[in-house]
């Protein structure tokens, strides 16, 4: 008996945790002299959870979360952004039915708090589509931010699971960006890293032999053209 009654509240500790975390949360982080607002759509399935954050000001949005740990009434997980980028969210489930805590990045931390607005709006999960055989190889081009021009590679091949890129963009440093999602439908492109919040939509123009498009970054959107490396 005294088995059993552990093993029940056991269960309903989890169910609570579960329940108290699964659902879209808003608010805002507050770094100084300013506040951004955030939105965190948690769930779990399967015995797993998932999640995904929009930072409308970043043009963050559906930026996939990791490392999300839920133990009763703290939870925890991680926006990969790539180096600098990464950032924490460590915080507790208050009285009051808010979640707040703290936002750490770059050895930085802020506050944070957040409150359930209605059940999780996770997107379902993306999956790569198979290219065209004419665009697979290697594309360069070039654009420009701040006055200074950033140099761009894109490696475009077919693998088990659809299309697969390599997506580098050179300025002071090397940046190789990890992207996690690549489709093609017509003669439209779409390459997705959502840990960096960047992604490429351009139109291949097979007499041009180029692909012509949009970088975004955050809130800025810059034309680039891509032609094929020789």
Not at 26 to 50: M, N
Not at 162 to 177: D, Y
Not at 199 to 205: L, P
Request: proline residues 5%; aromatic residues 8%; neutral net charge.
């Amino acid at each position: 008996m005294r088995l059993i009654l552990v093993l029940v509240f056991a269960c309903a500790v989890v169910c609570r945790a579960e329940d108290k975390a699964t659902g879209r949360w808003q608010g805002v982080v507050s770094v100084p002299d300013r506040e951004f607002t955030i939105v965190v759509d948690l769930q779990q399935a399967g015995g797993s959870w998932r999640g995904s954050v929009i930072i409308p000001s970043l043009n963050t949005k559906g930026a996939p979360l990791t490392d999300i740990a839920v133990n009763n009434s703290d939870a925890s997980f991680t926006l990969k952004g790539g180096r600098s980028l990464d950032a924490t969210f460590k915080g507790s489930f208050k009285t009051d039915g808010t979640f707040a805590g703290d936002f750490s990045q770059a050895g930085n931390q802020a506050p944070f708090a957040l409150r359930k607005v209605g059940p999780p709006q996770l997107e379902a999960l993306l999956r790569s589509t198979p290219i065209a055989r004419e665009i697979e190889g290697e594309w360069k081009g070039e654009y420009e931010i701040f006055g200074a021009p950033r140099h761009v590679t894109l490696k475009l091949t077919n693998g088990e699971k659809g299309g697969t890129a390599e997506f580098v963009v050179v300025g002071r440093k090397v940046n190789n960006l990890p992207v996690d999602l690549v489709t093609q439908e017509g003669d439209v492109l779409t390459i997705d890293s959502h840990q960096t919040g960047i992604n490429y939509e351009g139109r291949f123009d097979k007499n041009a032999n180029e692909i012509k498009g949009t970088f975004f970054q955050g809130p800025m959107e810059l034309p680039l053209i891509l032609r094929r490396s020789k």
